[in-house]
C-alpha cells in the first residue's frame, strides 16, 4: 500500500469516527426533542440521524479493515446487515411522515417549539457540509463507491436539517404550526430517493461470498 493512500485511509477513519460520535449526539438530541414536542417534523430528523449512524460505523469498518490489511468479509456482512436495516427504518420513516403530517394537519394537532431542535439542526447545517467536503478529499485518493454514498448521506443530512431548522424556526417564530408539517412532508424528496436505493442495494446482493467459494451467512 502506497503512502498517500495509508494516509488517506487513516485520514477517513478519523472523520468516520466524527461521523459516529456526531450522530449518536444528534439522533438522541433530535429524537428526544421531537418526541417531548410532538414533532413529527424532528422526530424524522432523528429517525434520519440514526441510518447516517449506521452508514459511519459501516464506513468505519470498511476504512479500518483495509488501514489494517483485515479481510473484508466481516465489512461486507455488516455493510449488507447495515443496508437491510436502514432500508427497513427508511421505508418505516417515509410512512410516518406522510400519514403523520396528514393526521395532524386535518385533526389540527399542535406541535410544540423546540430550542434543542434549532440548535442540533443548526449545527448541522453547517458541520455537514465542511465533513462532506473533508471526506470527498479522501475519497479523491481512496476512490471507494460506499465511501461516496456515504458523503451523499452526509450532504443530505445538511438539506435535512437546513428544513427542520427552516420549519422550527418559521413555526415557533409565528405561530404557524402547520409549517412543521408542510416542511416534514417535504422530506420526502430526500427520504423516498434513499429509501429506493436501500431497497435497490438489499435487493442486489445476495449473500456475502466467501474465499471458498462458500456463501457466509448473516448471523455467522
Known amino acids: 500500500m502506497d503512502l498517500a493512500r495509508s494516509e488517506a485511509l487513516s485520514r477517513g477513519v478519523r472523520l468516520e469516527v466524527v461521523t459516529i460520535a456526531w450522530m449518536l449526539v444528534e439522533a438522541a438530541a433530535a429524537l428526544g426533542a421531537g418526541i417531548?414536542?410532538?414533532?413529527?417534523?424532528?422526530t424524522a430528523f432523528g429517525v434520519d440521524s440514526v441510518v447516517e449512524l449506521l452508514s459511519g460505523i459501516v464506513l468505519y469498518r470498511r476504512l479500518s479493515g483495509e488501514s489494517n490489511r483485515a479481510t473484508s468479509i466481516d465489512v461486507e456482512q455488516l455493510e449488507n446487515l447495515a443496508t437491510r436495516i436502514s432500508a427497513?427504518?427508511?421505508?418505516?420513516?417515509?410512512?410516518y411522515v406522510l400519514l403523520s403530517s396528514v393526521v395532524g394537519i386535518f385533526l389540527g394537532l399542535i406541535p410544540d417549539g423546540s430550542v434543542v431542535g434549532i440548535a442540533v439542526s443548526l449545527v448541522a447545517v453547517v458541520a455537514m457540509?465542511?465533513?462532506?467536503?473533508?471526506?470527498?478529499?479522501?475519497?479523491?485518493?481512496?476512490d471507494s463507491p460506499s465511501l461516496r454514498a456515504d458523503i451523499a448521506e452526509t450532504v443530505s443530512c445538511a438539506y435535512l436539517a437546513?428544513?427542520?431548522l427552516v420549519g422550527l424556526t418559521v413555526s415557533m417564530l409565528t405561530g404557524w404550526w402547520w409549517v412543521q408539517y408542510i416542511a416534514a412532508v417535504a422530506l420526502l424528496v430526500w427520504l423516498v430517493p434513499e429509501a429506493r436505493e436501500a431497497l435497490q442495494h438489499w435487493r442486489d446482493n445476495g449473500p456475502v461470498r466467501r474465499p471458498n467459494g462458500g456463501e457466509a451467512k448473516d448471523d455467522e
Open 88 to 95: 427497513v427504518l427508511l421505508v418505516l420513516l417515509c410512512t
Open 129 to 142: 457540509p465542511l465533513l462532506a467536503r473533508a471526506k470527498h478529499r479522501v475519497n479523491r485518493v481512496v
Open 162 to 164: 437546513a428544513i427542520t
Open 36 to 42: 417531548a414536542a410532538r414533532s413529527v417534523l424532528l
